[in-house]
C-alpha cells in the first residue's frame, strides 16, 4: 500500500533560521513524483515543490528545497530563512505511475515561525 | 492565470437538507477531486473523476455523491446533510495518468451542518 508518514505534527523556527519539515513514503513503484504544499490558515492550498523519482539533482524553488534520499525513501523539506508568513500546515503528497490519478497525502505538519 | 473555483467559501445547511458543492476548473484538465479536511486527519478523497460522467469512490465516499456533466465542472451533493458532514470540503483537478503534474486546489469550502 502506498503510504506518506509526516512524523513531526507541529514544529517551531526562529524567524530568518531554517527549518527542516520530515518526509518518508513507501512506494514500489520505481517511477512516482513527491510535492510539497503548503496550507496558510485561509485555507487555500499551495503547491510549492516537485520531486520526480528519476530527477537526479534535488529540486529547489526559492526558499524552498527537497532533501530527497531515495535509498531512504525520504523527502524532507527544507526552509531557508524563515518568514512570519511561512506559518502555515505543510503537506507532503505522492503520486506514482501505478495509481496514475491518485494522490496519496501525509498527515502534515504545523509550522510556526516565532519572531 | 488557471484557476479551480469553489462556489461557496462558506455554508451553514441543517440536518436533513441537500447540499451542492460547485467546483469549476479553466484548465482543461481531465481529472477532479473531492477531498474532506478535518484536524489531525488530513486529506480524504471522498470521489475522484477522471472523464466526464466518470467517477470512482475514494476513501470515504458514504453519504456523499458527485456528478460529471461537463468536463470543467464536478459536483459534490450530500443527499441529506449529517452534523458529522461538518469540515472543510478541497475540490482539486489534475491532468491525467504519470506522476508529474500537480494538483490545483480550490479555495476550499467550510460547510458546517446543525
Known amino acids: 500500500a502506498q503510504k506518506i508518514t509526516q512524523t513531526q505534527p507541529g514544529m517551531f523556527v526562529q524567524e530568518k533560521e531554517a527549518v527542516t519539515l520530515d518526509c518518508t513514503y513507501d512506494?514500489?513503484?520505481?517511477?512516482?513524483?513527491l510535492f510539497w504544499y503548503k496550507q496558510p490558515s485561509s485555507g487555500e492550498m499551495i503547491f510549492l515543490i516537485y520531486?520526480?523519482?528519476?530527477?537526479?539533482q534535488n529540486a529547489t524553488e526559492g526558499r524552498y528545497s527537497l532533501n530527497f534520499q531515495k535509498a531512504r525513501k525520504s523527502a524532507n523539506l527544507v526552509i531557508s530563512a524563515s518568514q512570519l508568513g511561512d506559518s502555515a500546515m505543510y503537506f507532503c503528497v505522492m503520486k506514482n505511475w501505478e495509481s496514475g490519478n491518485q494522490f496519496y497525502f501525509g498527515t502534515g505538519t504545523s509550522l510556526t515561525v516565532i519572531p | 492565470d488557471v484557476k479551480v473555483t469553489q462556489s461557496s467559501r462558506y455554508l451553514v445547511k441543517r440536518t436533513g437538507e441537500k447540499v451542492f458543492l460547485e467546483c469549476v476548473q479553466d484548465?482543461?484538465?481531465?481529472?477532479m477531486f473531492w477531498y474532506r479536511q478535518d484536524p489531525g486527519l488530513g486529506l480524504r478523497l471522498i470521489y475522484f473523476s477522471y472523464d466526464v460522467k466518470m467517477k470512482e469512490k475514494g476513501d470515504i465516499p458514504e453519504g456523499y455523491s458527485v456528478s460529471r456533466e461537463k468536463k470543467e465542472r464536478f459536483s459534490l451533493i450530500l443527499e441529506s446533510a449529517s452534523t458529522n458532514q461538518t469540515s472543510m470540503y478541497l475540490c482539486a483537478s489534475s491532468l491525467a495518468g504519470g506522476f508529474t503534474g500537480e494538483l490545483f486546489f480550490g479555495e476550499g469550502s467550510r460547510l458546517t451542518v446543525l
Open positions: 512506494t514500489s513503484d520505481p517511477s512516482y513524483g
Open positions: 484548465m482543461d484538465h481531465e481529472n
Open positions: 520531486q520526480g523519482s528519476y530527477d537526479q
